[in-house]
């Protein structure tokens, strides 16, 4: 049955146009060869009014909503789509979100904490929730599907999820600004003088906070997605240094690799959530990085991030054996407006690996 399947059906990822977010969405089959869907986050509020809107109208039901984390370049298209007449409860199967106390306005991409109803509010008033609410999807959890499918949670943990729980308070001022989805005006400087990237991949990639003093992207779920025909790594917002701990804890090594065919590369390519460490311990060729370059306060990708993907250690070292591709999901003109020259074309000429831009739609090579 599944080599049958995997000659007639084939399993799709939308990387939607989701401005300086993430919004994907995976089109797969279970065991039986019965449709799948599943929505990953739905970008800035933006990005509902562009093909997400139509995409989602054209699926007949949605299997699992997942928010990986309340960033508003994750759950503002989100809180669109909800709000919207495109929104049907009854053709959703399951919604997986971690947080409690997200609130929103009622115009405008900002999300505030002092004002309207709570995301969760929002769903119960739209109705049709009750079973469908999943338990706190954190590692060790083992959530079921359908046969033929499986997920792997990397992130976040439990003792993450309980720190954000009680912190969160305190880290509301920290969110009012981080959650401001403002246009970037002006060209951004080159990357290029940040040196080689060779030299780049070998230079400290500690991450600027540690996984408790980050609680906004360490709270990100993240996990591997295998359907029958692909394997994919869904990294969200997570930090690196979890990323990395969970892997070590589900038995990975860089003798002992995680094998997927695809991965969704953590926090748009910021170098902060992207290490050597963890690269080492993944064996994949497919790389998407889901931005258009950024916004006022943050740009991506980093040209270390790219960096890391084409000459982290473990790859060089087997002396670079397949070639490995970069997918954007915006033209490598959009990304460069606002994130600065991100490479030239002697980036090229070592490290056997190719950028593809304008990417919306991967299947299984």
Same mark, same amino acid.
């Given at each position: 049955? !599944? @080599? ?5 059906? +084939? ?7 989701? $401005? ?6 995976? !089109? ?30 054209? %699926? ?6 997942? %928010? ?22 009854? !053709?959703?199967?399951? $919604?997986?979100?971690?947080? +409690? ?18 995301? @969760? ?8 929730? +009750? ?83 980050? /609680?906004?992207? =360490? ?29 070590? *804890?589900?038995? $990975?090594?860089?003798?002992?690799? /995680? ?21 080492? *311990? ?14 006022? +306060?943050?740009?991506?990708?980093? &040209? ?10 473990? &790859?060089?070292?087997?002396? $670079?054996? =397949? ?19 991100? %490479? ?13 831009? =304008? ?7």
């Amino acid at each position: 049955m !599944k @080599e049958n399947l995997r000659k007639t059906k +084939k399993t799709q990822i939308h990387v939607l146009p989701a $401005y300086h977010g993430d919004c994907l969405i995976v !089109k797969t089959f279970d065991h039986e060869g019965n449709d799948f869907n599943i929505l990953i986050d739905g970008g800035t509020a933006k990005t509902f009014d562009t093909p997400f809107k139509s995409i989602i109208k054209n %699926l007949p039901f949605i299997d699992i909503v997942i %928010l990986t984390h309340i960033d508003s370049d994750h759950i503002g298209g989100l809180i669109k789509f909800i709000k919207s007449d495109s929104f049907n409860a009854d !053709k959703i199967g399951k $919604y997986w979100f971690n947080s +409690k106390n997200i609130k929103f306005i009622s115009a405008g991409e900002n999300i505030s904490y002092e004002q309207a109803k709570t995301f @969760e509010q929002l769903l119960i008033d739209k109705g049709a929730i +009750k079973n469908k609410w999943s338990d706190d999807v954190y590692v060790g959890k083992m959530p079921l599907l359908s046969e033929g499918l499986e997920i792997e949670v990397l992130s976040p943990t439990h003792e993450v999820l309980t720190k954000l729980n009680e912190h969160w308070p305190a880290i509301s001022d920290d969110y009012k600004d981080k959650l401001e989805d403002i246009t970037i005006s002006g060209i951004k400087p080159s990357q290029l003088g940040r040196g080689k990237l060779e030299d780049l991949a070998l230079a400290d990639d500690t991450p600027e906070k540690t996984i408790l003093a980050d /609680l906004a992207n =360490s709270s990100s779920i993240a996990f591997v997605l295998r359907t029958p025909d692909v394997s994919i790594l869904l990294l969200g917002d997570s930090h690196p240094c979890l990323i990395q701990q969970s892997l070590r *804890m589900a038995g $990975y090594s860089t003798e002992k690799k /995680l094998k997927v065919d695809i991965v969704k590369v953590s926090h748009h390519g910021s170098k902060n959530n992207t290490t050597n460490d963890v690269l080492d *311990m993944i064996e994949c060729d497919r790389f998407i990085i889901s931005t258009n370059g950024g916004n006022s +306060k943050h740009t991506h990708p980093d &040209r270390e991030t790219i960096a890391r993907i084409i000459h982290h250690p473990e &790859r060089t070292r087997l002396k $670079y054996p =397949s070639t490995r591709k970069i997918y954007l999901n915006y033209p490598i003109a959009t990304v460069e407006e606002k994130a600065g020259k991100l %490479l030239d074309k002697d980036d090229f000429t070592t490290g056997n690996w190719e950028l593809i831009d =304008s990417a919306n739609l991967l299947e299984h090579e």
